[in-house]
């Protein structure tokens, strides 16, 4: 059975940073990507960051980009997101995904074979 679960998330005033953690078991992703989806109260599910398994390449959404770092952890199958530099606006529920999508269609398909369960981040003002 496969196992996608989110860890990290938390409460932080503007300009703090988190990391959250997504661990996976029950199999390997090798020609998987990993990403972060989010999704604030009322609005759409939104593309975060994403991350190729086998060669590390990177897609992050422009909200982010020089903010959010992706990053994974092959040894431990886990990936990472650093969040810095948070604005209320970030606050959400957000979750992991696995998909062997091209990592340049994540931004357009918020369809994914697998989901964690997500987790909170609530930014204060």
């Known amino acids: 059975q496969v196992q996608l679960v989110e860890s990290g998330g938390g409460l932080v005033q503007t300009g703090g940073s988190l990391r959250l953690s997504c661990a996976v078991s029950?199999?390997?992703?090798?020609?998987?990507?990993m990403g972060w989806f989010r999704q604030a109260p009322g609005k759409e599910r939104e593309f975060v960051a994403a991350?190729?398994?086998?060669?590390?390449?990177?897609y992050y959404a422009d909200s982010v980009k020089g903010r959010f770092t992706i990053s994974k952890e092959t040894a431990k199958n886990t990936v990472y997101l650093q969040m810095n530099s948070l604005r209320p606006e970030d606050t959400a529920v957000y979750y992991c995904?696995?998909?062997?999508?091209?990592?340049?269609?994540?931004?357009?398909?918020?369809?994914?074979?697998?989901w964690g369960q997500g987790t909170q981040v609530t930014v204060s003002s």
């Open positions: 991350v190729r398994w086998k060669d590390g390449i990177t």
């Open positions: 995904a696995a998909d062997p999508k091209p990592l340049s269609r994540w931004a357009q398909s918020h369809e994914s074979d697998y």
């Open positions: 029950g199999r390997t992703f090798s020609n998987y990507a």
